[in-house]
């Protein structure tokens, strides 16, 4: 089980009484963005536009915490921006451990190694590292020669150290599917925990707009990827999601179940757009108009999103909607392999794709 037992006992304790108080909305993790400013100049991240001066802009540890208890979610992930860039960041995660929150520290891990000793191994510590794909892919899709390996060598000092280690990838228009199931390979050879994986979201403001996925496509190829699996790949999400990016289940988008938020304050309404921000989590809860967003409300920007943040939380919440959620979770989890003939002929017909020539900035154009 790639989600250890006592986080996974927390998690389904708090859905269910979520659900005796009936909750209709309530958060499951709390997406903590202490910065925006990064290392790298990912072509797909929209997160790193901004002015100078808000990229030097930085939340407080007491901020930090306040928003965590503010909210309550069990899970806290700590994305941006680069975490390790924040002078603080190791009193920050000491401060949500000490809380008792299940913390992901998202990372690219450029600086992972060196900082490692800052942080002490802990079971309600897991360092999520951004993983593209194979070395070629993850270096073009970073924009940075050899942060595949940089990253490698810190995920196997972190595993070594006793640390919880994850990855995270996203996925574009035009990934090699075969390419892919390799990478998974690798990364259970390194030794993590488990692997999340995510289509891309097409940021506005992102210099690549080329690669992002639409539905149809989305479900094509993670079918392709995650059919015909193999038994030792484990996955650090709910098999439900994984069931919906490859098009054998529909569910709602739920964007409150992973609020946002960081220097602006509550994020509306949701971590991957900004309508607007709440001074409160009361506030946003009760502020944003939330049939408006999610597929089915017809918001344009919401048209071809299938992405974690808006839809692991509705997985999570059928789950524990009832016996027929808890059932197919459970058939989900022990069903392994996924075996589909069509989608196997599907993978073998794929072409090598080339890389996406994506213009690889030097270091002195990153926003630091």
Same mark, same amino acid.
């Given at each position: 089980?790639?989600? @250890?037992?006592?986080?996974?006992?927390?998690?389904?304790?708090?859905?269910?009484?979520?659900?005796?108080?009936?909750?209709?909305?309530?958060?499951?993790?709390?997406?903590?963005?202490?910065?925006?400013?990064?290392?790298?100049?990912?072509?797909?991240?929209?997160?790193?536009? *901004? @002015?100078?001066?808000?990229?030097?802009?930085? %939340?407080?540890?007491?901020?930090?915490?306040?928003?965590?208890?503010?909210?309550?979610?069990?899970?806290?992930?700590? @994305?941006?921006?680069?975490?390790?860039?924040?002078? !603080?960041?190791?009193?920050?995660?000491?401060? &949500?451990?000490?809380?008792?929150?299940?913390? +992901?520290?998202? $990372?690219?891990?450029?600086?992972?190694?060196?900082?490692?000793?800052?942080?002490?191994?802990?079971? +309600?510590?897991?360092?999520?590292?951004?993983?593209?794909?194979?070395?070629?892919?993850?270096?073009?899709?970073?924009?940075?020669?050899?942060? *595949?390996?940089?990253? &490698?060598?810190?995920?196997?000092?972190?595993?070594?150290?006793?640390?919880?280690?994850?990855?995270?990838?996203?996925?574009?228009?035009?990934?090699? @599917?075969?390419?892919?199931?390799?990478?998974?390979?690798?990364?259970?050879?390194?030794?993590?925990?488990?692997?999340?994986?995510?289509p891309g979201y097409s940021y506005d403001k992102a210099p690549d707009q080329k690669h992002f996925l639409g539905r149809a496509r989305t479900r094509n190829l993670f079918n392709m990827i995650l059919s015909n699996r193999k038994?030792?790949?484990?996955?650090?999400?709910?098999? &439900?999601?994984?069931?919906?990016?490859?098009?054998?289940? !529909?569910?709602?988008?739920?964007?409150?179940?992973?609020? $946002?938020?960081?220097?602006?304050?509550?994020?509306?309404?949701?971590?991957?757009?900004?309508?607007?921000?709440?001074? $409160?989590?009361?506030? &946003?809860?009760?502020?944003?108009?939330?049939?408006? *967003?999610?597929?089915?409300?017809?918001?344009?920007?919401?048209?071809?999103?299938?992405?974690?943040?808006?839809?692991?939380? =509705?997985?999570?919440?059928?789950?524990?909607?009832?016996? =027929?959620?808890?059932?197919? $979770?459970?058939?989900?989890?022990?069903?392994? =392999?996924?075996?589909?003939?069509?989608? %196997?002929?599907?993978?073998?017909?794929?072409?090598?794709?080339?890389?996406?020539?994506?213009?690889?900035?030097?270091?002195?154009?990153?926003?630091?």
């Amino acid at each position: 089980m790639p989600v @250890p037992v006592a986080q996974a006992w927390t998690v389904a304790t708090y859905v269910l009484k979520q659900k005796l108080a009936g909750r209709e909305r309530y958060p499951l993790v709390l997406m903590l963005e202490p910065l925006f400013r990064c290392n790298l100049a990912c072509a797909g991240c929209g997160k790193i536009q *901004y @002015p100078a001066h808000i990229l030097k802009q930085e %939340l407080t540890p007491d901020e930090c915490f306040r928003a965590a208890e503010e909210c309550g979610a069990p899970t806290v992930a700590i @994305p941006g921006g680069e975490p390790l860039l924040h002078p !603080q960041m190791p009193e920050i995660v000491a401060g &949500l451990v000490a809380r008792k929150k299940y913390v +992901y520290m998202c $990372t690219n891990a450029l600086l992972l190694r060196e900082k490692l000793h800052l942080f002490t191994p802990s079971k +309600y510590l897991s360092f999520s590292v951004h993983m593209d794909g194979q070395k070629e892919h993850h270096d073009f899709a970073v924009c940075k020669e050899g942060g *595949y390996e940089a990253a &490698l060598d810190a995920i196997r000092e972190a595993v070594r150290r006793g640390f919880r280690v994850t990855t995270n990838t996203t996925l574009f228009d035009g990934t090699d @599917p075969n390419s892919v199931r390799a990478f998974f390979d690798e990364m259970m050879d390194v030794g993590v925990e488990g692997m999340m994986v995510s289509p891309g979201y097409s940021y506005d403001k992102a210099p690549d707009q080329k690669h992002f996925l639409g539905r149809a496509r989305t479900r094509n190829l993670f079918n392709m990827i995650l059919s015909n699996r193999k038994s030792n790949w484990r996955f650090n999400m709910s098999p &439900l999601f994984l069931e919906f990016l490859m098009g054998r289940r !529909q569910f709602q988008c739920t964007p409150w179940g992973m609020p $946002t938020y960081n220097i602006f304050g509550w994020q509306k309404p949701c971590y991957l757009l900004q309508d607007g921000y709440a001074e $409160t989590f009361t506030e &946003l809860m009760e502020s944003v108009q939330w049939d408006k *967003y999610g597929t089915e409300s017809g918001n344009s920007k919401c048209a071809n999103c299938m992405v974690h943040s808006g839809y692991e939380a =509705s997985a999570v919440d059928y789950t524990f909607a009832s016996l =027929s959620g808890l059932l197919s $979770t459970a058939k989900a989890m022990f069903r392994s =392999s996924y075996r589909d003939q069509a989608a %196997l002929e599907a993978l073998q017909r794929q072409p090598k794709h080339s890389l996406v020539q994506i213009e690889m900035k030097p270091d002195s154009e990153v926003g630091v």
